[in-house]
């Protein structure tokens, strides 16, 4: 391991019908990254004309979910009566706070003929005094670009490369979306106190240590680091100030009290979330 690189995470892989999905986090003795409490990378994948992403509705609390898609198409209902299709170059921001309902499903435009997904699931955990905060959902594709030569990185989280997105943070936090071609380079800043990378595409080196595909890197702080490819690479960049309260993660929820965690799977079993206003399981 580099001196950049603090350890590298593997993620466990399983296979949703068809897509495969990488969780590199929660992970054995490294529960977070700043917020960010759950890592997941899917695809690059195609449903068949007859098959498509059916996640039904599910319940969340203490959480913002972010969804960033480098291809293809969802559809996001969820309980407060949002309905938005997602597509590359959006985020959407979903905060559960103190109980949401959502679907993610294939747009019904692209039913009944081949489709591809790509891209990111990732949750944030909510700081102290915000766990129970009223649910919201938000979206934004006038995300800042930052371009230099070979290399552009989208800001889609927090403040990096002198320029901020509009995206609410709860508590501090950077997330970013590089694209390098071919000799391309860009710095790493020490924008947050703990901060990784993920390669999802190509290849790509840290100070000079080859990436591994789908490995969460863990960072260093305090330095400047140099991203570069010879042959052209995508990289996520995420991290930001930690949560100093511990928190708890079973199933769909997060919170900093086991009980309330056992208070949400039984309002769950029990029916007391609220449903998702026009989802075909409703």
């Not at 299709?85 to 109980?99: D, E, F």
């Not at 938000?138 to 901020?164: K, N, Q, T």
Request: with cysteine.
């Amino acid at each position: 391991m580099s001196g950049a690189i603090l350890h590298a995470i593997s993620p466990t892989s399983h296979d949703l019908g068809g897509m495969m999905v990488r969780r590199a986090l929660p992970a054995p003795r490294i529960g977070m990254v700043g917020p960010f409490i759950f890592v997941d990378q899917f695809g690059p994948a195609e449903f068949p004309a007859d098959a498509a992403l059916d996640i039904g509705p599910h319940p969340h609390i203490g959480i913002s979910t972010v969804t960033w898609l480098f291809d293809g198409a969802i559809h996001h209902r969820d309980s407060l009566g949002t309905s938005a299709v997602i597509r590359p170059g959006q985020v959407n921001l979903m905060t559960a706070g103190r109980g949401i309902t959502h679907s993610e499903r294939t747009p019904a435009e692209l039913q009944g003929q081949p489709k591809r997904i790509y891209g990111m699931q990732t949750w944030l955990a909510l700081p102290d005094g915000l766990e129970e905060m009223d649910p919201a959902f938000e979206s934004h594709a006038d995300l800042p670009l930052v371009e230099d030569g070979c290399a552009s990185a989208r800001v889609i989280i927090g403040s990096l490369w002198g320029r901020a997105a509009p995206t609410t943070q709860h508590s501090p936090a950077i997330y970013a979306d590089i694209v390098l071609a071919p000799g391309g380079a860009i710095p790493i800043d020490p924008a947050a106190t703990e901060r990784a990378v993920m390669l999802i595409g190509g290849g790509a080196e840290l100070d000079g240590t080859p990436l591994t595909l789908f490995a969460l890197n863990l960072l260093g702080a305090g330095s400047t680091l140099r991203l570069s490819s010879e042959t052209g690479g995508r990289v996520m960049l995420l991290g930001g100030e930690p949560l100093y309260t511990p928190r708890h993660i079973w199933w769909n929820f997060v919170s900093s009290s086991t009980e309330r965690i056992r208070q949400a799977a039984t309002d769950w079993q029990a029916g007391r979330f609220p449903p998702v206003p026009g989802d075909p399981n409703n």
